[in-house]
């Protein structure tokens, strides 16, 4: 873990960070919420300064003055041990607070908690749960992100977000499998001194057959040419239920894709521009990432083999489906209390990811990481490494 003396850095580099990532806004941008997983950024803004407050300032801090009595109902997200709240698909209708108060709540926040931490006695449970906090608060800075890229990425005018966030590196080397041998391996978080989820704890043996691993990401012009095969008309390379998902929905190409004068064109954070076809393909929900391995003849790498065996290639750039179940490893016990509801409560319906993306924000993604979602969802930077 970090040492006390340098948590305050770190977490106001970290606040600091998060409001960095809502420059390019305007004050409209704040509020929009096209669907319900994508929440409006002013929501998170001000999420990520209750979490602080309701889990260390409220409890710890001596006679801490609350910023707003109605915040708490405003900005929990699921915690049902915390009290209510409003519900998930309603927060774009929250045009109060405005966003100035919501960045008055953060500052006000942010000093509380700053000079609670340079004036007292950091405890254990008090440096576990800032250390929550501050990861909580970088998984959402990457949230912002996609969230942005989707509210801006469904406006008419397509605008851009800026100039510098680059999101399709080159993977500028040959194609190769990697041989991994069939034996018993060690999986999850084994070092006590770095900060972990307690979804990646219970490290534990798993027996592996032999199998291969690519050490490449597969590229837009890879995933073009499973388009133009039919690959979205073939039931037979879908589950059941992605094929209705596929017909229901009308899905056809990636999201984000569009072909314009017979070309394909992408929507990024610089606007639409015409599709990198070298770049690793994006914003692919499980169903296409498993669509398409049918089509290769291949298959998704299991969460095990993917940590297994990324030292030998590059990841980061983006998400990268696997084909296990998010499920609690052996010996798995949730905390108790609200933040025993952070990981467990969703072990169910939803697959793992690992690696992490162009969004993810420095000091975040480890190789144990175990990220999840539902199999539908493709608005994050998602996309795959065969195995075989």
């Known amino acids: 873990m970090i040492k006390t003396k340098n ?66 109902f405003v900005f929990n997200s699921y915690y049902e041990t915390v009290g209510k709240r409003v519900v998930r698909n309603n927060r774009g209708n929250l045009t109060r607070p405005g966003v100035a108060k919501v960045y008055d709540y953060r500052h006000y926040v942010t000093n509380e908690l700053k000079e609670f931490l340079e004036s007292n006695a950091v405890t254990s449970e008090i440096e576990e749960v800032l250390h929550i906090g501050i990861h909580h608060e970088k998984q959402h800075q990457e949230l912002l992100l996609t969230d942005i890229k989707y509210i801006l990425g469904n406006n008419p005018l397509l605008p851009k977000y800026n100039d510098s966030f ?15 041998s069939e034996d018993v391996y060690e999986i999850g978080h084994d070092n006590p001194d770095a900060f972990c989820y307690d979804n990646e704890l219970g490290r534990h043996k798993v027996y592996l057959h032999d199998f291969e691993i690519s050490n490449k990401l597969i590229i837009n012009a890879e995933y073009v040419a499973f388009i133009e095969d039919g690959g979205y008309k073939d039931h037979n390379l879908w589950h059941a239920e992605a094929w209705d998902w596929v017909n229901e929905n009308c899905i056809s190409q990636p999201q984000y894709w569009h072909v314009i004068d017979g070309e394909w064109h992408q929507y990024t954070m610089q606007g639409l521009e015409k599709l990198n076809m070298d770049a690793p393909v994006s914003h692919i929900s499980y169903y296409e990432a498993f669509a398409y391995a049918q089509w290769k ?18 990841w980061g750039s983006r998400w990268e489906w696997t084909e296990s179940a998010y499920l609690p490893y052996p010996g798995y016990t949730k905390a108790p209390g609200a933040i ?48 075989r």
């Open 297 to 314: 003849d291949c298959r998704l790498p299991t969460e095990f083999e993917w940590e297994v065996a990324q030292n030998q290639f590059n």
């Open 166 to 180: 680059s999101e399709n590196p080159i993977q500028k080397f040959e194609q190769k499998w990697i041989p991994i």
């Open 340 to 387: 025993g509801e952070y990981n467990g409560k969703f072990m169910v319906n939803q697959k793992v990811l690992r690696g992490g993306s162009v969004a993810t924000s420095p000091k975040h993604t480890r190789s144990t990481y175990r990220n999840f979602f539902q199999t539908n969802l493709r608005w994050q930077f998602t996309g795959l490494r065969l195995a």
């Open 7 to 72: 948590l305050v850095s770190f977490f106001l580099e970290t606040r600091e960070h998060t409001e960095t990532i809502c420059k390019p806004l305007e004050i409209e941008d704040y509020v929009v919420q096209p669907i319900v997983d994508v929440s409006p950024p002013k929501w998170h803004l001000g999420h990520t300064t209750w979490f602080f407050e309701e889990f260390i300032l409220k409890p710890h801090k001596p006679n801490y003055q609350l910023f707003h009595e109605d915040f708490a």
